[in-house]
């Protein structure tokens, strides 16, 4: 079965076409900096047989960064099934699902519960069905592996009347990232998952969250309701004090939407610096900029922050895990945040955080008590799994479609 996996972030869309039940991925890449201010132009990174190709096209939107990688691989290529992440469900969509057009008025309903995210995988879902409309559609939740978060953690404390009736409480996410990396923690370390203690740091070049993981399971995630809550993103707030919110509501003379924009769309990395969203833009100007020496100042501090607060909740710490665009790429950033850590039995090696050359890696000194791995995730192969899982325990006799091509051996994409 060929999967095509779509994986929208903040400001990316990563996309692979996996091989199931093998997992082989037979292309992928990322389309960076979609529709945010950044000091450098939109790319799109594409890889397939073992080398990359970097295609620089301008990308205002999700369904048009999803064109621009279908030129790539070639639109005439149609997989078994798409399979999109999709962020917050809500009280919707409870768990993993097959999508069909009589689902989309549901996922209208939901698309203000995540803002960066929702909307974009939505308005893909319409277009992959207006594209090809014989292939079927997956949605895989962001927030099933929270699921295990106790109530006195995910508990917000408003009435319970209101919480109840708007379902209002912390749902977490990153989660299909913050599973896959500790699982795969686990391996690395001969721990079996079910027992594997440590925190996540999910840092993307967009989105971001820590995750506290007892026994194998989420207990707490920095995110919350919303991706909003946390740490300091591309364009998020991440933490505020609730009277700030209503501060703005009566600025703005009670325009929520106004009021949202700005805490999704343009606070955060880009509202701080007043230059970029992107904190990697941010670090390359700290030596001569005082605005970005500041905004990275309290972007280390978030994550300082959440982690020391984490690594005191979970007992015994097997490891510490970075991820993401940030976390894996950045050794700046693995090194000021694991800095002056070493009452938590942190110790870093600054010579191996400085000389990656494969995942995943162990970057901890060999006296430190707790493992420091720099680990790629791999998202898309997580959801790849889950969706062969769930169209192959599905009625598929409806896909059966009579019109719809399959990926070949003789597809230009798979041999170019």
């Given at each position: 079965?060929?999967?095509f ?5 903040s ?5 692979k ?22 000091a ?7 890889h ?14 999700y ?23 999709l ?7 409870r ?10 008025p ?22 992959c ?9 997956a ?5 099933s ?34 599973q ?24 993307g ?18 995110m919350?309701?919303s991706?909003?809550?946390g740490?300091?993103?591309?364009t ?11 501060k ?6 009670g ?6 924009n ?26 001569y ?37 940030i976390?894996e ?28 050359t494969g ?10 008590k ?5 680990m ?8 790849a799994?889950?969706?062969?899982q ?27």
């Amino acid at each position: 079965m060929i999967i095509f996996v779509l994986n929208c972030g903040s400001s990316s869309l990563k996309y692979k076409i996996i091989s199931m039940p093998s997992g082989e991925e037979l292309l992928g890449g990322e389309a960076q900096r979609i529709g945010s201010k950044t000091a450098e132009p939109s790319r799109i990174f594409h890889h397939i047989s073992g080398r990359e190709e970097i295609f620089t096209v301008k990308m205002d939107g999700y369904q048009e960064a999803f064109g621009e990688v279908m030129k790539i691989i070639g639109e005439d290529l149609v997989p078994d099934i798409f399979a999109h992440r999709l962020v917050q469900g809500g009280t919707v969509f409870r768990t993993d699902a097959i999508i069909e057009r009589s689902s989309f008025p549901s996922l209208e309903k939901i698309k203000d519960l995540a803002p960066l995210h929702n909307p974009p995988v939505v308005g893909l879902i319409k277009e992959c069905d207006r594209k090809y409309p014989d292939t079927p559609q997956a949605i895989i939740l962001d927030t099933s592996f929270h699921s295990t978060i106790p109530e006195y953690a995910y508990s917000y404390l408003l009435p319970q009347s209101i919480t109840d009736e708007l379902g209002i409480r912390k749902y977490g996410f990153h989660g299909i990232s913050h599973q896959y990396v500790s699982e795969e923690a686990a391996k690395f370390l001969n721990i079996p998952p079910e027992k594997f203690n440590g925190v996540s740091c999910h840092l993307g070049s967009g989105g971001a969250s820590l995750c506290a993981i007892v026994d194998g399971r989420s207990v707490d995630n920095s995110m919350g309701f919303s991706p909003l809550q946390g740490l300091m993103m591309s364009t998020r707030s991440g933490d505020l004090d609730p009277a700030v919110i209503l501060k703005m509501i009566a600025y703005s003379t009670g325009d929520f939407s106004k009021v949202s924009n700005i805490l999704n769309k343009e606070s955060g990395v880009l509202g701080m610096s007043g230059t970029s969203s992107d904190i990697r833009d941010i670090i390359s100007k700290i030596s001569y900029d005082e605005r970005s020496e500041i905004t990275f100042d309290v972007y280390l501090w978030r994550i300082k922050k959440y982690l020391g607060s984490y690594l005191t909740v979970i007992g015994r710490k097997d490891a510490i895990i970075f991820t993401d665009t940030i976390g894996e790429s950045i050794p700046a950033v693995r090194e000021l945040v694991c800095a002056n850590m070493d009452f938590f039995g942190m110790k870093l090696d600054n010579w191996k955080n400085n000389s990656i050359t494969g995942y995943p890696i162990d970057i901890a000194s060999p006296d430190s008590k707790v493992r420091i791995l720099v680990m790629k995730t791999n998202e898309e192969l997580a959801i790849a799994r889950r969706a062969y899982q769930l169209l192959s325990a599905h009625d598929t006799e409806p896909f059966k479609r009579k019109n719809r091509k399959p990926i070949h051996e003789k597809s230009n994409c798979l041999n170019s």
